[in-house]
């Protein structure tokens, strides 16, 4: 999600917003509040993703997979996506955004026309993030993950505007933590494969946002948010049994491990949010 557009919007809301017909009496924001978003997320941008390797197992991915005779196994290259098939010339899947949703709850206080608050929230989303590597074989080896659950908590700070004080707009900033999915996919039939399954992953989220009463108990808003999470912790490893000279157990008998080199999952959202005050 271009986010030059995500503020435009959120801006471009905000003025057809001041045109509205305001409440008589001026707003007061202090309070709490129960609602939800619904929205987009955009595919993940993960650059040049691709596998690191630890052949001897010390703990160090900085090592190159070689056959027998010394060349590089993965010289094929990667690709961000799920592999169509065992080359690269097959192609690859691209990564996908999809639907945001989730609830939320919140507490605000107004000193003037500034007003400070903070958000917790439960959020789901469609987003799916894969890398895959080929190898000389040939074969394609794929790591695909998503959130399957995200928690929230974030500080906020805006101003008010407009005839009665009905138009809020603020940034906002927090942190997240989420539980990861993640499949692994090889058309790799000679050696075993075995993974650390899912995990959960922290981080932080920031974004702006605009709400607009609509009467004493109901706002509604649009919101960009971006989100960072650090999920660096998944590993396969590749194992025998296979011939000694099996390029993932020819510098360690117990196997090869490795790992994406893009450790962050990045996510975009613009949301639209509503909720009911009390």
Same mark, same amino acid.
């Given at each position: 999600?271009?986010?030059?557009?995500?503020?435009?919007?959120?801006?471009?809301?905000?003025?057809?917003?001041?045109?509205?017909?305001?409440?008589?009496?001026?707003?007061?924001?202090?309070?709490?509040?129960?609602?939800?978003?619904?929205?987009?997320?955009?595919?993940?941008?993960?650059?040049?993703?691709?596998?690191?390797?630890?052949?001897?197992?010390?703990?160090?991915?900085?090592?190159?997979?070689?056959?027998?005779?010394?060349?590089?196994?993965? &010289?094929? @290259?990667?690709?961000?996506?799920?592999? *169509? !098939?065992?080359?690269?010339?097959? /192609?690859?899947r691209?990564?996908? +955004?999809?639907?945001?949703?989730?609830?939320?709850?919140?507490y605000?206080?107004?000193?003037?026309?500034?007003?400070f608050g903070?958000?917790?929230?439960?959020?789901m989303?469609?987003?799916?993030?894969?890398?895959?590597s080929?190898?000389?074989?040939?074969?394609f080896?794929?790591?695909?993950?998503?959130?399957?659950?995200?928690?929230?908590v974030?500080?906020?700070?805006?101003?008010?505007?407009?005839?009665?004080?009905?138009?809020?707009?603020?940034?906002?900033?927090?942190?997240?933590?989420a539980?990861?999915?993640?499949?692994?996919?090889? &058309?790799? @039939?000679?050696?075993?494969?075995?993974? *650390? !399954?899912?995990?959960?992953?922290? /981080?932080?989220?920031?974004?702006? +946002?605009?709400?607009?009463?609509?009467?004493?108990?109901?706002?509604?808003?649009?919101?960009?948010?971006?989100?960072?999470?650090?999920?660096?912790?998944?590993?396969?490893?590749?194992?025998g049994?296979?011939?000694?000279?099996?390029?993932?157990?020819l510098?360690?008998?117990?196997?090869?491990?490795?790992?994406?080199?893009?450790?962050?999952?990045?996510?975009d959202?613009?949301?639209?949010?509503?909720?009911?005050?009390?």
């Amino acid at each position: 999600m271009n986010k030059r557009h995500a503020c435009a919007s959120a801006l471009a809301l905000a003025c057809i917003a001041t045109t509205l017909p305001a409440a008589a009496q001026t707003s007061d924001w202090t309070g709490g509040y129960v609602g939800l978003h619904l929205g987009r997320v955009d595919k993940p941008k993960d650059g040049n993703d691709r596998f690191l390797f630890d052949t001897n197992l010390d703990g160090t991915y900085t090592d190159t997979v070689r056959t027998a005779a010394g060349a590089d196994a993965f &010289s094929p @290259g990667s690709c961000n996506g799920v592999a *169509n !098939g065992a080359t690269p010339g097959d /192609g690859c899947r691209g990564n996908s +955004g999809g639907a945001d949703w989730g609830v939320r709850a919140g507490y605000d206080w107004q000193a003037g026309a500034w007003v400070f608050g903070v958000t917790g929230e439960y959020a789901m989303n469609d987003a799916r993030d894969a890398v895959t590597s080929f190898s000389t074989t040939p074969a394609f080896y794929t790591m695909l993950r998503k959130v399957d659950g995200m928690y929230a908590v974030r500080a906020r700070a805006g101003y008010t505007f407009g005839t009665g004080g009905d138009n809020l707009v603020y940034a906002t900033a927090g942190g997240a933590r989420a539980r990861i999915e993640n499949t692994y996919l090889t &058309s790799n @039939g000679v050696n075993t494969f075995t993974n *650390n !399954g899912n995990h959960t992953a922290s /981080g932080h989220q920031y974004g702006i +946002g605009y709400e607009r009463r609509l009467g004493e108990r109901f706002t509604v808003g649009l919101e960009y948010l971006a989100t960072r999470l650090d999920d660096g912790d998944y590993r396969v490893r590749a194992a025998g049994p296979a011939p000694a000279t099996n390029p993932f157990i020819l510098q360690n008998a117990a196997g090869t491990d490795f790992r994406r080199s893009d450790s962050d999952l990045d996510l975009d959202s613009l949301r639209l949010t509503m909720n009911y005050r009390f």
